[in-house]
Each structure stands twice: as structure tokens, then as C-alpha cells.
């Protein structure tokens, strides 16, 4: 899953949250903590816990333009609008909008489950779908449904569970504990918890969650319509990309959560969202809920500084060739672009979104803001031995890993940017297993199991020919970016004495194609030969094998400590400064940083001007589409009764009474992030009119740095969704089970 879906695997440095978890009762000393915690950020930063709005938030909300009670927004009493928002797959959000358990989320949020549904001759990532009955909907394996039950504050237990840990130990064990205390915490109650830490591990909350596993495609546009303006438009305002798919919930026939079966039903939702077509206005009081995935706002001028000198820049010179590689083939061959497109997706998206991050933080001038709010910290630190040392070991801290940083990189999105070499790299799980003393004959029965259920999958995702350029491309620029001394010991060596001079691109290209004919990884005959019987001198043996030891063998002896010190430590600082910056902050309103928990922030519909001399206005509408298109295009096509309908001005119910048109978008200054996708966007009295999918490009350092004026999430009009599904796809009854305002 994608984008602001979170991508988890794309983010050099991301940590998956603790998905794990405890129980208690609401304690009042947390409702105290949540008055501290949550007193009043600048504009329309922050990502409210909706639970914990306090007083003060929620007085905000109304002067803003709320006009729902506290109570219908989150309560543990009465079915409210938290009961309407879920965790839909592995990183996205979701919206409940029929009281038949009928989800909208993003197009990009179930692009891999419309792949996975597509075929060459049924081709729904091409040509859309719709169902016209229930019994029409596609089971969506592996995505799942998560409903929030409840919170709790854990922070006494967890603290008193790590009181002993030294503290360069905690970062390696806590996800350990939470985990474990959260499945105690929830043991035999159905539910799911998970524990996660805010502030930097000064508090501990633990979620619940129900889980539903039988989730069905309902409707999907054709990507075309889902995907318009691909990558080149991605990030940006203006935008006219219908990012939505439908799906729903389906329970067994006691109403529980179920694993799928044919004869499941629709689920009876709790609560859902009435649907409003009265429209928008700049300036309108928008709230989006929903799971951020991350933000470091508390991110230091180091941690700054390694990104824009060397991690992003390192990330996206790799991906762009890895893309450039994969798309030659995608736009050969329809069979390649449905195998490639879910992943091409994720890569392109975090490619994209690290260079903009990176130009923003400059533009914003993000390190020299952070240095001055470090000394004004250092300031009120003197004299308090707990913080005035902290940036002192800051310093220390990046000196330490900075010479290596760029090696990382160029491992974990170089080398093992290679499909094979990633999954020749996890065969070393069935090394480690052949080559320990005593093992038994059943663990190596399990390590080949494994081994060959990994490499089912990735043959299905293996494209050979654009992996062996990638391949080859990868290897030479990680001869010639990094150090040689970082090199692994006599592999450069070997390419010389055996494929040619390490300056050329040739030499790579022969290596590439001695690893892509050898290995038995793609050779169904020898690898089944080699499952057979498999020992370590044959696997060894086998260059894909071989180069994916000698990297990891490398950075595991050398630079994998220095790694671990420096996580841990940043950790420890980390902890540390939040404690100060809370102490120091004391009565004034702060969020937690997103960590994909239930969040809400809360903003207007805005326009606004990017650069000298240039406005934007606060929606795109269809108009905008037939200026854009281009018949046959990769990004820019639109399906032809789209294009007809449009210039018909066939708008039915759906146009708007100012633009006189149907407004396909619209920006607003909600706080969101990677996570938030398929969010719903919700204006004052509780209506749905939008769901949001992207933030515009001028405030990219958003993870990090917000800015109050450039900020603005990207959302598709719940308009164009309804029209696009009435007029294009005909599915009357999905307009049907909506409840919708006029
Ligand atoms: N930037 C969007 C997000 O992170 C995802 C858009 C997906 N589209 C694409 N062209 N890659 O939510």
C-alpha cells in the first residue's frame, strides 16, 4: 500500500509503530495529561488524538465552524464518527458511508488489490468495475478492516515494566514488550492491541482494534480516471485525479468478524457517514480523520542536515533510474504494467515526495530554524544536568554515523533495489538454518518451505528484463558513489578480473547478465534440484547468492554496530529532548507526532498563491480535465465518455451552483500525512465531502517542517466520485445506499 498510504519499506530510517499493546481504565490523570499535551498550536498545524481533544481544542473547532457536539465526534457511549473511520489495508484509511458496511478510500489505497483482481482480459486496473449486486463484489484478499474499540493510557505500566532496561537497550527492546504487553492486555477478548508510544516514548496508549478480514471490491474507475495525471502531477496542486475505490466489510451471519466465505454478509455498521452534495466554499470549516503514518516534527538540525546532503538526494538518483528501467518494460507490454504497477507505484511516490522534501527544507530554511530553536532550548536547559549536554551528544552522535550514512543508502535502495538480489539476500534465513550444528531435519523442512514460498512470490512480481539494467546500473553506482573503502572485500575485485574495467557501463551489463543466466533462483529445473538437497556450498556457489552475502556480510560486520548505536542513541536524545520540550512548553497546546493512531486536525478550504505573482484557486473541475487531456497519453488519457459527457455538460446533480461545473478537487489546510489517504474530509455539521488523497508539493517538509501558509492537503470532491459513479459506471446502486444531504 501506497503513499499517503504509508510506505513503510520506502522511507530510509522509518520504524514501523509498535504494533503492540495493554489495558486499563481511563485514568484521570490521563484526561490531566491530555490538558497538557493538547493546549493550541500555530494556524492549522496539528494532528489531534480525537479523544483527547480537551476543552480548549474543541472550543477551537467551534469558533472555526464546527457545529457537532464532542460527544458525536468520539465517544464511548454512543455510535459517533470514530465509529465510521478504519485502518483499511496496511496503510491507508477508510470511511464507512452506508449502514451496509460500504467503504470509500483511495484509488492508490486499493491499487494493489485492484491489480491482484486484473486480468489481460479482465483488465479492472484498465477499465474500471462496478458491481450491480453484492453478489458481484471480488473478495479482496489480504486486505483488511480495522475498527478502533477503545484507548487507554499505559504510560505507568510500560514505565514501570522498562525501569530497569538500560537505556541504550531500550530502542531494540521495547517493540518487544509493547507487543507483548498488548496481547496480554487483550488475550481472549476477539480484539486486537496494539501500544503505542507518543511524545518520543513519554507516554503509552493502547489501542484496540476489531479486525475484519472478508473485504470486497465494489467499485473502482478506471485508471484512468483514478490515476489521471500519474507521477507528473503527483504532490501537486492543481490536480484532477478521481483517487477513489469503493469496497465493503462483510461479517459471518452472527454479525462477527470473519475470515472470507462465500456466504458472509454486509456488515451492520455501527455508525456511518451521511453524504453532503451542497458543495463547498473557500474558506468552509474542513476536519479530516483518519491514521498519519509519521512526522518528526521534533527532528533536530542534524537529523536535517544528513537528509538534505545525503539521504534523500542519495534515494531519489537511485530510484530514478530503477523507475526509468521498469517503466520501458511496463509501457511495452499490458501483462508487465498490471505485474510492475503496485510497485512502480510505491516507488515512484516516496522518489518523488524525498526530492520535493528536500527542496522545501532548504527553501524553508528548516535547518537554520531548527539551530535557533536548539539554543533557545540550550537556554532554558542550563543548569538542568538532564538536558544541557543534550546537543553536545547530538553532535557526537552524527559525527560518528555520517561517513557511513550514504552507504546504507545505496545498499538498501541500490543493491537491494534489485528484486532478485533482495530475495537472493533472504535466503540467507535458509543458510543461517543449514549451517547451524545440531540443527534438526524438521527446522531445515520449515527454512525450505519458506524458501519456496518467498520465491513464489517473487517470481510473480519478477520482471527480468528490467531488473537485470537495474542490477547492472546499481552495482556500478555503488562503485562509484561510495568510498572504497567501504566496498565489500574483493567483490569490485572479481567484476574486474572477470567482466572488465570498473569504469565502464559494459563490465556491469556483463555482470548483470553472468548473475541473470546463472543463478538458479530463475532456472525452475536447478532451483527445484537445489530445494531438494540443498547445502550451503551450492547456495554460496550461486551469484545471486553470493552477492547479496557479500553486502550483507560486509555492512553486518562492519557498520551494522555503528547502525545500532546510532538508533539507539538517537532513541535515548530523543526521549530525552521531547521530555524537555514538554516540560519547558508547559499549559501550551502540543500534539504527539503521527505514529498511524486516530487522529483528526481541522482546518478551511483554502486557496492559495505558491510563488510570487501566481494564485490558486480552491478547486479543479471537470473544465480542467479537457484542458489536460491527451488521447493515448501514459498519464493524461481520460476514458472517452468521460470526455464526451464533460463537453455535454452532463452534470446531473452534481454541479456546483458558483463554478457552474462539477468541481473534481479542492485544497484545504489540513495537517495530514503518508497514512491519511482515503481520509474523509467532513465539514461542520458532520457531512462527508470529500476524501483526502495528496499534500501539494510547495510544503513537502511537512513530515518534518509545517508551514502555515504553503501547507494544503489535496482532496477529491465526494461530487466527482458520485458522478463518476452514476454517469460513467452506471452503478446506481451504490448511490443508493448513501445518505445524501442536498
Ligand atoms: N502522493 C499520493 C500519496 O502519497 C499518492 C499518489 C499515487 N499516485 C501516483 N502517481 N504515484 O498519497
Redesign the pocket.
Known sequence: M????ISVKLVPNFKPNNYNFVMKKLVLSFLFLSFLFQPIAKADEGMWLPMLLGEQVYADMVKKGLKVSKEQLYSMNQACIKDAIIIFGGGCTGEIVSKEGLIFT?H?CGYSAIAAASTVDHNYLRDGFWSKSKSEEIYAPGVHAQFLMKIVDVTDKVNEKIKDIPAMELTQKLPGILAEMATKETEGSGYEGRISSMFKANQFLLFVYERYKDVRLVGTPPESIG?FG??TD??EWPRHTG?FSIFRVYTNKEGKAADYAADNVPLKAKYSLPVSIKGIKDGDYTMIWGYPGGTNRYETSYGVKLKTDIENPSLVDLRDQRLKYMLEEMKKDPAVKIQLAGNY?GI??YWK?FDGESKQLLKFKTFEEKQTNEAAFLTWAKGKPEFENLFNEYSKMYDAWRPYAKQRVYMTEGIFGSPLIKFASSLQKLDAALSKKDVSKEDIAKAIDAAKADRTNFIKDENVVSDKNILGFVTQAFYNAIDAAQHPAGFYAMINSKFGDLKTKSTYEAFSNYVFTTTAILDNAKWDAMMANPDTATLHKDPAFMMANAFNTNFNSKYAKLFADFNAKNFVLGKAYLKGVLEMNKGKKMYPDANFTMRVSYGKVGSYSPKDAVKYSHICTLSGILEKYKPGDYEFDAPVKLIELAKAKDYGQYADAGAKDVVVSFISSNDIT?GN?GSPVINGNGELIGLA??GNYEALSHKIKFDKDLNRTINLDVRYLLWVVEKLGGATNIIAELDIRK
Open positions: 501506497v503513499c499517503l498510504a483511495n492508490h490515476k500519474g507521477d503527483n504532490w483517487d507505484a515512484a511516490n515526495f503518508g489517504s488523497f495528496d
